[in-house]
């Protein structure tokens, strides 16, 4: 992710610096995007003065460097952090905590809701077009390399956060959550989560890094309707209870009919626009510190349903 981020900040001409701890790395990464190399973020931090700095390193080390960072440069006014933004929901709060206090805009790379076909279908839900959602399926699976997975942590907060994320957009109040997984060398790393809020509204998540191939899709079936997402393809097709099964849609004017909508975008891009945007403005990130302690409460409890096969209560509050 490190190199992606990279990549696009070169793109944007706002690149000034990369650090890793493998020299090797951060000179080839510096090179191909004719910036300078570091072999710490002290330094680079001391020498390019930056506005605004990405942490895209192993999991674990987020909360340390984020506080470090906060507390160490006073120059510094945005803080991107890919995901999730701490391993534990206590090390999540007491970033969160310095930031607020230092008055720090901060982003976390929930990439996911900056593709924008959940963008679309958020706002399709929002104008009730399906009617109100009642089964959400949200299936997240792919391959992770054995010799990766230490440092990305257990498949609940690599990959979850993203769909419990989302979750959180839809569905808030109290729920029942239970969690089941297998372990590859002690770690979770692949599962299944069902959430039922006291509403009514069910959630589904299969989340895999054992699965030969990529799958990223959510089906939501809603009181009118139903949408089914293909994240990768970035494709909506939208059906309603009184139309056909093999009904065929030529529309995609509100609320869409039988359509299959085609929506183009780079997620990652736009986490970066939304960035610059919030370090110029001072302006709130469409995934602010508040949505990733959100999602770590849901990673924690899947965590502790999955160890204690026991089911768990929670509690999404509605966003701000």
């Known amino acids: 992710m490190g190199r992606i981020h990279a990549r696009i900040l070169s793109d944007m001409g706002v690149l000034v610096g990369v650090a890793?701890?493998?020299?090797?790395?951060?000179?080839?990464?510096?090179?191909?995007?004719?910036?300078?190399?570091?072999?710490?973020?002290?330094?680079?931090?001391?020498?390019?003065?930056?506005?605004g700095v990405i942490i895209a390193t192993p999991t674990a080390t987020h909360a340390e460097i984020a506080h470090s960072i906060a507390t160490g440069f006073d120059g510094i006014k945005g803080i991107l952090i890919e995901k999730p933004l701490a391993s534990t929901l206590e090390d999540g709060k007491k970033v969160a905590e310095i930031v607020r206090e230092r008055g720090i805009?901060?982003?976390?790379?929930?990439?996911?809701?900056?593709?924008?076909?959940?963008?679309?279908a958020l706002s399709l839900i929002?104008?009730?077009?399906?009617?109100?959602?009642?089964?959400?399926?949200?299936?997240?699976r792919g391959f992770v390399s054995p010799a990766r997975i230490p440092a990305?942590?257990?498949?609940f907060e690599d990959i979850g956060v993203h769909d419990f994320d989302i979750m959180a957009r839809i569905s808030n109040g109290p729920a029942k959550l239970y969690a089941q997984s297998n372990t590859a060398s002690g770690i979770h790393n692949s599962g299944t989560v069902m959430v039922k809020f006291a509403s009514g509204t069910e959630h589904f998540f299969h989340l895999s890094r054992q699965y030969a191939g990529r799958r990223r899709y959510m089906d939501v079936s809603g009181t009118k309707g139903s949408l089914?997402?293909?994240?990768?393809?970035?494709?909506?097709?939208?059906?309603?209870?009184?139309?056909?099964p093999i009904a065929k849609g030529d529309t995609i004017q509100l609320p869409e009919r039988g359509a299959t909508i085609k929506v183009y975008g780079e997620p990652v891009r736009e986490v970066l626009n939304d960035f610059l945007k919030c370090i110029k403005t001072g302006g709130t990130p469409k995934v602010n510190i508040d949505?990733?302690?959100?999602?770590?409460e849901v990673v924690e409890a899947a965590r502790q349903s999955a160890e204690s096969g026991k089911i768990i209560d929670i509690n999404i509050k509605p966003r701000s």
């Open 20 to 51: 890793d701890k493998d020299n090797a790395t951060a000179r080839k990464v510096a090179k191909e995007h004719n910036t300078t190399a570091f072999s710490d973020f002290e330094s680079m931090l001391k020498k390019t003065k930056p506005d």
């Open 105 to 120: 805009v901060t982003l976390i790379s929930h990439s996911e809701i900056y593709n924008p076909i959940v963008g679309r």
């Open 126 to 140: 929002a104008s009730d077009a399906i009617g109100t959602p009642r089964t959400i399926i949200h299936d997240r």
């Open 152 to 155: 990305l942590g257990d498949v």
């Open 228 to 244: 089914v997402l293909d994240l990768f393809g970035q494709i909506i097709k939208v059906q309603h209870l009184d139309q056909a």
């Open 291 to 296: 949505d990733a302690l959100c999602a770590l």
